[in-house]
C-alpha cells in the first residue's frame, strides 16, 4: 500500500511569485487536508477537501487556494509569496471516517524557501 | 488563540526512562486526540490515539492517560530508547471530518 506522497520535496522561489505543491493521497483515502508547518513549531491547517469540495478553511489568506481532483490527489496554490510563507507544507489524507474521527496519515511534506 | 498547550517544549531522558509529555485543551468539543512522532525531515506519524470515553490507553511501550474533567491528558514513553528520539506533537479535533488542532510540539532526546 503506498502511503502519501509529495512534490517537489524541497522548492525555492522568490517574493511575489507563485507556487503550485501536489499532493497524492493514500490509497481508498478521500479527504486531503493541508498544513504549514514553519520551524520548531506544530503544523497549523490551512484547508481541507472532501469530494473535491472545500471542507473547512483555518486563519489563512485567500492567496492560499487548492484543489482536489476525482482521483482525491490535491493541490495547493500559493500567490504572491512572501517572506513568512516559508516552511514546511505537510497534506496529510484521511480514510472514510473509522469510528467516526478524523484520522490523518501525512506525506513527507514539501520544504518551500522563499527568498 | 493556542487551543492545545503542550509541555516541555524540550526533554532529555536516559535510556531506559520514562518520559513524559504533557498537553492540555481549551475547547470541550474536542472528542478526539491522537499523539503524532515526527522525525527530522519526515511528516508527522500517527503514534497513538485516545478518545475521552476511556481514561488510558496503551500499545506497546507507548500509553495515553487521559482526564477530562481537568481537560489534559499526557503521552509516557516507558523503557524509552534513542530511537524514540524524535518530536511529539499532540493535538486534538472534533468528530466527523474536522481540523486537527495540534500543540507546539515536544523534542525529546534519549541519551545511552
Known amino acids: 500500500e503506498t502511503g502519501v506522497t509529495q512534490s517537489p520535496t524541497h522548492l525555492i522561489k522568490t517574493r511575489g511569485q507563485q507556487v503550485t505543491l501536489r499532493c497524492s493521497s493514500q490509497?481508498?483515502?478521500?479527504?486531503v487536508s493541508w498544513y504549514q508547518q514553519a520551524l520548531g513549531q506544530g503544523p497549523q491547517f490551512i484547508f481541507q477537501y472532501y469530494r473535491e469540495e472545500e471542507n473547512g478553511r483555518g486563519n489563512f489568506p485567500p492567496r492560499f487556494s487548492g484543489l482536489q481532483f476525482p482521483n482525491y490527489s490535491s493541490e495547493l496554490n500559493v500567490n504572491a509569496l512572501e517572506l513568512d510563507d516559508s516552511a514546511l507544507y505537510l497534506c496529510a489524507s484521511s480514510p472514510p471516517l473509522a469510528g467516526g474521527f478524523n484520522e490523518q496519515f501525512f506525506g513527507p511534506g514539501t520544504r518551500l524557501t522563499v527568498l | 488563540q493556542q487551543q492545545v498547550k503542550q509541555s516541555p517544549q524540550s526533554l532529555i531522558v536516559q535510556k531506559g526512562g520514562i518520559s513524559i509529555i504533557n498537553c492540555a485543551y481549551e475547547n470541550t468539543a474536542f472528542d478526539y486526540f491522537p499523539w503524532y512522532q515526527q522525525f527530522p525531515g519526515k511528516g508527522p506519524a500517527l503514534l497513538i490515539a485516545i478518545r475521552p470515553d476511556v481514561s488510558e490507553k496503551k500499545e506497546g511501550r507507548f500509553t495515553i492517560s487521559f482526564n477530562k474533567s481537568a481537560k489534559q491528558f499526557s503521552l509516557h514513553i516507558m523503557d524509552s530508547q534513542p530511537g524514540d528520539s524524535a518530536t511529539y506533537f499532540c493535538?486534538?479535533?472534533?468528530?466527523?471530518?474536522?481540523?486537527?488542532?495540534f500543540g507546539i510540539g515536544t523534542k525529546l532526546q534519549v541519551i545511552p
Open positions: 493535538a486534538a479535533s472534533k468528530g466527523g471530518y474536522q481540523k486537527v488542532t
Open positions: 490509497s481508498g483515502h478521500n479527504t
